[in-house]
């Protein structure tokens, strides 16, 4: 499995700013997603982050408030942009792949980043 | 966004027991189906996936597929406190995971 990491693991950001998350992860991996999860809710996909091109992003989500990077295969960034009190959130960063011993794809997470947008 | 159904909960069960979840999803075509606990406060983890119709054993878990039903479920035998949390049921399309809203378990000691 791959193991994940993301910073900030929090903040506290004001109306209005930008804020941007970073996820690495520790091996090359096929595809990385991000995802919101709210407080009490299940996990809703915001894009797929593309290595070398522009993020493939899910309905009502877009990439002028959720700019994505991905430079290479470990690392992309996600960022909130403009934010206002209903960005506040748990932002989740997954990297997929191929399990060879399971013959099976299988996505792992990141510990989450909680935005609070005051 | 597929549709991806779990009856929210929770579902309280005594220690000992065996918790049953189960979920329900949109698309017919779908292949492949993954069930992750969540602690609360944490980032789910994976527990495991089929893609078979019929059952697979690991450990105390067992999942369970029926396609012609549209129907996914995971069995926990011999319950534990250390169960307790929500369990998110995930279809994959097309490389991608689309996820249920999660069922909570309480385990009672």
């Known amino acids: 499995s791959a193991v994940i990491s993301q910073k900030p693991s929090r903040d506290i950001c004001q109306r209005g700013t930008s804020l941007t998350i970073q996820c690495q992860v520790d091996?090359?991996?096929?595809?990385m997603f991000w995802y919101r999860q709210q407080p009490g809710q299940s996990l809703t996909l915001i894009a797929t982050?593309?290595?070398?091109?522009?993020?493939?992003?899910e309905s009502g989500f877009v990439i002028d408030k959720f700019p994505i990077s991905r430079p290479n295969l470990t690392f992309s960034t996600l960022t909130v942009s403009n934010m206002s009190p209903e960005d506040s959130s748990i932002y989740l960063c997954?990297?997929?792949?191929?399990?060879?011993?399971?013959?099976?794809?299988?996505?792992?997470f990141g510990p989450g980043t909680r935005l609070t947008v005051t | 966004q597929k549709e991806v159904e779990q009856n929210s909960g929770p579902l309280s069960v005594p220690e000992g027991a065996i918790a049953s979840l189960n979920c329900t999803y949109s698309?017919?075509?779908?292949?492949?189906f993954f069930w992750y606990r969540q602690y609360s406060g944490k980032s789910p983890e994976l527990i495991m996936f089929?893609?078979?119709?019929g059952d697979k054993e690991d450990g105390r878990f067992t999942a369970q597929l029926n396609k012609a039903s549209q129907y996914v479920s995971l069995l926990i035998r011999d319950s534990q406190p250390s169960d307790s949390a929500t369990y998110l049921c995930?279809?994959?399309?097309?490389?991608?995971?689309?996820f249920g809203s999660g069922t909570k378990l309480n385990v009672k000691p």
């Open positions: 997954s990297a997929q792949g191929w399990a060879s011993g399971d013959s099976s794809y299988e996505q792992y």
């Open positions: 982050a593309n290595q070398g091109s522009e993020a493939t992003y």
């Open positions: 995930a279809v994959m399309d097309f490389n991608k995971f689309y």
């Open positions: 091996s090359q991996v096929t595809m």
């Open positions: 089929i893609y078979s119709n």
């Open positions: 698309d017919r075509g779908s292949q492949s």
